[in-house]
């Protein structure tokens, strides 16, 4: 298959660059059209009880509100008549806006709920089902400031929320790519040693980002799709052309320098890297997919995004690359930098690497033993993490909706617009007498629920266990035809463990006879999607585990280095996890981040798992091919591990540090759970270059010894048939010493 590419490649490059500049085009025009279409959210599950909560409160009633204005008096009370009299006209002007419904403030019904314990302050909530309309009403109280008001007016809610994150979401993008890509291209140029070559990983990187923002764009025209897809498809596609390049140029110049002339070069190298290319790309893209297996389209966007991303980085690395490596032969050097023109480039042998390997083997178990203990010890904060929903608490204080939150939470008796929603559907509420004795009786009971502040019914409002106010006109909105629904107001943090057992208490509470029950809201959101992703852990482990397997014995025909692939993997990956409570759940660092530390959002250690294992993939592969290829020529092992670190030492180091660098420049996001996925990202990324790559696969790999090629006859016989490996032997490699065995 390669050298039929290779002849393709070589023969006609002018024409191959062509096609993909045409294809590069499109897919940037489709692309740009995906950041209209992209949405916030996508952290439930669609076929929990929660989700179908909602899904009858917006089809019978029109939803649940998702648009609260704090309205806060300039002096005095909420009561005082100046300030009533400007209350009510704020309520008057929002319930005047078109595409508004069901505002109720404090001023008309709403209860003592609606204000705050000191008296300054005062909630209207209303509901605009209409994405757009609600961003413009959000962005016109932003703006709107009257300073002759009795009141003041701050824009919060689920609709604020959304529009604050979307915006932040862009602004910390551009921040973001133009502190990593400077700071790139300056590596890139010192790694490459060339200014011509250290272009090549941005033009595989640009591929990769169009591609993958078409694929978004059209899947966001049949589906719901994450806007935070976006970050992933600049960091992964910019990265992956970081790694493919070098992998790719490296082994170029390093035929070139052996004598080479340019054809041969390239099919040698199309051969070897771009093999190696194949495999990782294949790993990377399996990986990410299995983050289809859980149902929030959160997760689901960045499987789809990480698989175009890698499928478009992959191809452009062994069409494009290999086409432009035939065009400038040796002029891929040209515009050299320091010291560039006394070595073949990044894939010259690094003594420090063999250095490092051939001690590491010399001691094994000294080496390996203190490198484990430090990544488990790494990993223990991971066992007390706690889990919560994404709300205004992701954004700085600097966002309105943050601080209406705060606000809220502080300041207030009960969490209104967090309330848990209790739909019944049935015809025992149908008629009146119903109405007033079944319904009033139901909603006592769930009043008296631990931790219950009130409950809001059509029947009246209830706590502990007693009507406190008789049902007056705005409690009509609670019953529709056969379908009626409570709100059950939480005296405590909807996320917290006591929020949580409260939803499991409602739920447990019997359903009035005829009727169904369903329980949402956030609280109960939180309580659905913890057991989603627990649910589906095993089975994307497993499928993670099965395909890791299978494509590295593939690779390699070793049934011992695709487990020893996943136990240092799973080493590194309980060190990020656990770095990642100890940062942003137990609050280290969150002074120099500028976040609020907090329980971690149920699905980021699903997207940090997937995205850390699949890059982590890709550097073992990097590393397995260099050591099959001199196990292939008759090299001892120990000699093939160092030389195959020694030969990939630059590589993987360069294409670490730079990944590294695209990832920790997300921590200048203002959004919590994306400076989580950079972090901890970039730290998965130099644990593999360091302690696993550096110090465990080489102590691994020697204790082992010939063990390390093992697998069963079978095995070994279907590998010879379906198994991939290099179609001609390479240049031999000089004999180098060998280190002695010791434990």
Avoid at 241 to 259: H, K, P, Q
Avoid at 283 to 306: D, Q
Avoid at 394 to 414: C, M
Avoid at 531 to 547: M, N, V, Y
Wanted: contains cysteine.
């Amino acid at each position: 298959m390669f050298a039929r590419l290779a002849h393709v490649v070589t023969r006609r490059p002018k024409q191959l660059l062509l096609v993909a500049l045409l294809v590069v085009a499109a897919t940037a025009v489709l692309g740009v059209g995906a950041f209209g279409k992209l949405l916030t959210g996508g952290f439930a599950d669609p076929q929990s009880e929660s989700i179908r909560a909602e899904h009858a409160v917006d089809a019978h009633f029109g939803g649940q509100p998702n648009l609260v204005l704090l309205v806060t008096a300039r002096s005095g009370t909420v009561d005082d008549p100046d300030v009533v009299a400007g209350g009510r006209d704020v309520v008057r002007r929002l319930a005047a806006e078109p595409g508004v419904n069901r505002v109720i403030s404090y001023w008309d019904g709403g209860g003592a709920r609606l204000r705050s314990t000191d008296g300054r302050r005062a909630l209207v909530v209303a509901r605009v089902p209409d994405k757009d309309r609600a961003k413009e009403l959000v962005t016109g109280y932003e703006k709107a400031v009257d300073g002759a008001a009795p009141v003041t007016v701050t824009p919060g809610g689920g609709a604020t929320i959304n529009k604050d994150v979307n915006s932040q979401v862009t602004k910390d993008l551009a921040v973001a790519e133009s502190i990593a890509i400077p700071i790139t291209m300056v590596l890139l140029v010192l790694a490459f040693g060339s200014a011509v070559a250290a272009l090549l990983p941005l033009v595989v990187g640009v591929a990769g980002i169009f591609g993958g923002l078409a694929i978004l764009s059209v899947l966001a025209s049949l589906t719901d799709v994450s806007i935070f897809a976006v970050n992933l498809t600049t960091a992964l596609g910019l990265g992956l052309g970081i790694d493919y390049t070098l992998l790719m140029v490296s082994r170029f110049r390093e035929e070139l320098a052996a004598g080479s002339d340019r054809a041969d070069a390239v099919a040698t190298t199309m051969r070897t890297a771009g093999r190696t290319i194949l495999f990782s790309g294949a790993t990377v893209a399996v990986v990410l997919a299995v983050m289809l297996v859980f149902p929030p389209f959160f997760l689901k966007s960045m499987a789809y995004a990480g698989v175009a991303v890698t499928v478009f980085s992959v191809l452009s690395a062994l069409l494009v690359v290999p086409a432009v490596l035939m065009l400038l032969g040796p002029r891929v050097n040209a515009l050299t930098v320091g010291r560039a023109r006394s070595r073949s480039g990044p894939a010259a042998e690094s003594g420090a690497w063999r250095t490092i390997g051939s001690a590491v083997m010399r001691r094994p178990v000294l080496a390996g033993v203190p490198a484990i203990a430090l990544l488990l010890a790494l990993g223990i904060p991971f066992l007390h993490v706690s889990f919560s929903a994404p709300d205004d608490r992701v954004l700085r204080n600097t966002a309105a909706s943050r601080q209406v939150g705060d606000i809220i939470r502080a300041d207030f008796s009960s969490n209104v617009p967090a309330a848990t929603t209790v739909v019944v559907q049935g015809t025992a509420f149908v008629d009146g007498p119903a109405l007033a004795s079944g319904l009033a009786r139901y909603a006592g009971e769930l009043s008296t629920v631990a931790n219950v502040a009130g409950v809001n019914s059509a029947a009246g409002t209830f706590a502990a266990g007693r009507q406190s106010a008789p049902a007056g006109p705005a409690d009509a909105r609670f019953t529709a035809g056969t379908v009626t629904y409570l709100e059950v107001v939480p005296s405590v943090e909807p996320a917290s463990g006591a929020g949580q057992d409260l939803v499991k208490a409602v739920r447990a509470r019997p359903a009035p006879a005829g009727t169904s029950v369903l329980v949402g809201g956030p609280s109960a959101a939180l309580v659905d999607g913890k057991h989603t992703i627990a649910a589906r852990l095993p089975l994307a482990i497993g499928l993670i585990s099965l395909a890791t397997f299978v494509l590295l014995f593939l690779f390699t025909g070793s049934v011992v280095m695709p487990i020893k692939a996943l136990v240092l993997s799973a080493l590194s990956l309980t060190a990020v996890l656990g770095a990642a409570v100890w940062i942003f759940q137990d609050g280290h660092l969150s002074g120099v981040l500028g976040f609020l530390p907090g329980p971690l959002d149920t699905s980021m250690p699903v997207l940090l798992f997937c995205v850390a294992f699949g890059l982590s993939m890709d550097y073992e592969v990097f590393l397995l091919s260099r050591i099959k290829e001199e196990h292939d020529r008759g090299v001892d092992n120990a000699e093939a591990v160092a030389a195959g670190l020694a030969r990939t030492g630059r590589i993987v180091t360069t294409a670490a540090a730079l990944l590294a660098v695209t990832f920790v420049a997300f921590v200048t996001s203002s959004v919590t759970f994306l400076q989580m996925l950079g972090l901890g990202t970039a730290l998965a990324i130099v644990l593999d270059a360091t302690l696993i790559r550096g110090v465990l696969v080489p102590a691994f790999m020697r204790l082992a010894g010939r063990a390390n090629w093992w697998a069963p006859r079978p095995l070994r016989a279907l590998h010879s048939r379906i198994g991939l490996a290099e179609a001609a032997a390479s240049r031999p490699t000089p004999t180098r010493p060998t280190p002695t065995a010791a434990s």
